[in-house]
């Protein structure tokens, strides 16, 4: 279980990212909405673990090229922003939770439909 300083961190990063992430030019990127949903903080602080929801992702593969070519920019923003002594290097990872979720209430939706008939 992370430390609550870690999760302060955690807390921070995500915040500070969700901001810096409208601000990428990189039309890689802006493939659609994109939400941090989470991220995961080493206890040495050097690498961090982002959870990414993007919905209307066109192409994931371009969608992490561009991410991969903004890190550099976004890590050093990052550095800016939190007072750390290491800025961590960033890792993305895609979660599917809310798309899962939307795809779950559809469903829900339509079984109910059905009943109804």
């Not at 909405?33 to 602080?45: A, C, H, K, M, Q």
């Not at 961090?48 to 561009?66: A, H, M, P």
Request: hydrophobic letters at 35%; a negative charge; proline letters at 2%.
């Amino acid at each position: 279980m992370a430390s609550n300083k870690i999760e302060r961190i955690n807390e921070e990063i995500q915040r500070a990212l969700s901001a810096l992430l409208r601000g990428v030019k990189d039309p890689r990127v802006q493939q659609g909405i994109i939400s941090v949903t989470g991220v995961d903080t080493t206890g040495d602080l050097r690498y961090c673990t982002v959870y990414l929801s993007v919905l209307g992702l066109e192409n994931e593969k371009d969608f992490f090229r561009g991410l991969n070519s903004a890190a550099g920019y976004l890590r050093r923003e990052l550095g800016g922003a939190l007072n750390l002594r290491y800025t961590p290097e960033l890792l993305f990872r895609l979660d599917h939770s809310i798309a899962h979720g939307a795809h779950i209430t559809k469903l829900m939706k339509e079984l109910e439909q059905g009943d109804d008939e």
